[in-house]
């Protein structure tokens, strides 16, 4: 994909400059680091150009232009440690204590108007947490796997899902190639006539929940019957995983095959992430993957670490949790 906007180095100096007035720890406090950031706006002190580029994406999302961007260059932390693969959460805790990728993350999201959200059991419940191969993980359809993504949505089995996704990347191997694929929900409802897009919309559907949630908690096994079709185009849906319920109709599995049809027959947009770029998602209104095209390095590619946040649409898509927020802190829900 073509980048929306690259930093020059001036830019990204300015923005780097301005996050690291940031002084608290997101991962201790989340509620007075994501201040600390709202205080860089009050303030006046957040470059414009980059208030700017925040506003152009908040539009193409409203208009529907675009509900995928690329930011390119933008600012992560000066030193970007290697983490242990059995525990690289535990050890992230360790090594990593400058929080520029946090805070330029925090402040995507304040300036786009999209709060963020987070989970009590998926990495401790942290607002920021990291697309990075665990050894326990190798081979899973999880966020801490080393291998390929089907087409899906994440958390695709919860009852709260996030509206966009971000991913920052950290460290991304400079020659081995792993493409981030995106179709949007308008491109995949193109493909589906209006019986089809029905049955879609009732609830046949089951999606088990993944292993690294099922491990966090072990009532998790699998979703309520769902529909796969919500709202205009949003669809809630993993490939593979995602099928009929026990008490569905025939007509369910049909539409199911129609739509793996579709995901195969949509026009897709791929983007290979490099480290300082930001691709950010709509959750819902699309589907991603993640291809690995040409690994000639095993190993480098599977210390490939993208930071990521999952963020609701706007405050009115968050307030509809109002109730379940965990501890009092705004987008922290329970698993
Ligand atoms: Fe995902």
């Given at each position: 994909m073509?980048?929306?906007?690259?930093?020059?180095?001036?830019?990204?100096?300015?923005?780097?400059?301005c996050l690291s007035g940031v002084d608290k720890d997101p991962y201790v406090d989340y509620l007075a680091f994501s201040a600390a950031v709202r205080d860089l706006i009050d303030r006046d002190e957040v470059p414009k150009f980059f208030v700017q580029v925040c506003s152009k994406i908040s539009d193409e999302r409203v208009s529907g232009e675009s509900d995928a961007h690329v930011l390119r260059n933008c600012p992560?932390?000066?030193?970007?440690?290697?983490?242990?693969?059995?525990?690289?959460?535990?050890?992230?805790?360790?090594?990593?204590?400058?929080?520029?990728?946090?805070?330029?993350?925090?402040?995507?999201?304040?300036?786009?108007?999209?709060?963020?959200?987070?989970?009590?059991t998926r990495n401790n419940g942290d607002f920021f947490h990291d697309v990075y191969a665990a050894n326990q993980y190798n081979g899973t359809q999880t966020q801490k796997t080393d291998s390929e993504l089907y087409f899906h949505n994440d958390r695709t089995a919860h009852p709260v899902r996030a509206d966009f996704l971000a991913l920052?990347?950290?460290?991304?191997p400079e020659f081995d190639l792993?493409?981030?694929?995106?179709?949007?929900?308008?491109?995949?409802?193109?493909?589906?006539?209006?019986?089809?897009?029905?049955?879609?919309?009732?609830?046949?559907?089951?999606?088990?929940?993944?292993?690294y949630s099922r491990d966090s908690n072990r009532g998790q096994v699998q979703s309520e019957a769902h529909a796969i079709l919500e709202n205009d185009?949003?669809?809630?849906?993993?490939?593979?995983?995602?099928?009929?319920?026990p008490e569905a109709p025939d007509g369910a599995k049909d539409a199911l095959i129609v739509l793996k049809d579709t995901i195969v027959r949509s026009a897709k947009q791929r983007h290979r992430i490099l480290t300082k770029d930001l691709l950010v998602l709509a959750n819902q209104d699309?589907?991603?993957?993640?291809?690995?095209?040409?690994?000639?390095?095993?190993?480098?590619?599977?210390?490939?670490?993208?930071?990521?946040?999952?963020?609701?649409?706007?405050?009115?898509?968050?307030?509809?949790?109002?109730?379940?927020?965990?501890?009092?802190?705004?987008?922290?829900?329970g698993d």
């Open positions: 073509k980048p929306l906007h690259e930093l020059s180095d001036d830019e990204y100096d300015d923005l780097f400059d992560i932390d000066r030193e970007i440690p290697l983490f242990d693969q059995d525990d690289p959460v535990t050890d992230k805790y360790n090594k990593k204590k400058t929080f520029i990728g946090e805070a330029f993350l925090e402040l995507f999201g304040q300036l786009t108007g999209a709060p963020l959200l987070a989970y009590s920052l990347g950290m460290r991304c792993v493409f981030t694929g995106y179709i949007d929900g308008r491109e995949l409802l193109k493909h589906l006539n209006p019986a089809q897009q029905a049955t879609l919309r009732e609830p046949y559907f089951v999606t088990p929940f993944d292993r185009h949003s669809f809630r849906y993993y490939d593979t995983r995602t099928t009929t319920a699309g589907l991603h993957s993640r291809d690995m095209v040409e690994i000639n390095d095993p190993q480098g590619t599977r210390q490939r670490w993208l930071l990521k946040t999952y963020a609701f649409r706007d405050d009115r898509a968050a307030a509809v949790h109002d109730a379940v927020w965990l501890d009092g802190v705004r987008g922290r829900v």
